[in-house]
């Protein structure tokens, strides 16, 4: 069974910088794309950053040059670093598992979320 649990959620000011992990179970890291996603209230779950099996990442244009998205399978954890966060920033960040090695796949497993609230 896939799970993954997702950490490293907070209040942080304007400007600010979190980490977030997300660490999975019940199946190889290796063999698969992990994306970030969030939302904010009132609004659709949006991507915010992808990582690929093979390392390849992305990012949405809203976050690109702020966040970097990273993996560590050993550990089976992805990361999510994030910097400059702005007030739009604020939702809650799920990440999943994608179908397979690329993220252009869909998401088949996702995990509960964690809240980020960027706020002076």
């Known amino acids: 069974q896939l799970k993954l649990v997702e950490s490293g959620g907070g209040l942080v000011q304007p400007g600010g910088s979190l980490k977030l992990s997300c660490a999975v179970s019940?199946?190889?890291?290796?063999?698969?794309?992990v994306g970030w996603f969030r939302q904010a209230p009132g609004k659709e779950r949006e991507g915010v950053s992808c990582?690929?099996?093979?390392?390849?990442?992305n990012y949405s244009d809203s976050v690109k040059g702020r966040f970097t998205v990273s993996r560590d399978n050993a550990k089976s954890t992805v990361y999510l670093q994030m910097n400059s966060l702005k007030p739009e920033d604020t939702a809650v960040y799920y990440c999943?598992?994608?179908?397979?090695?690329?993220?252009?796949?869909?998401?088949?497993?996702w995990g509960k979320g964690t809240q980020v609230t960027v706020s002076s």
């Open positions: 999943a598992a994608l179908n397979g090695f690329s993220c252009l796949e869909a998401p088949i497993s």
């Open positions: 019940g199946f190889t890291l290796d063999y698969y794309a």
């Open positions: 990582s690929s099996s093979g390392g390849n990442t």
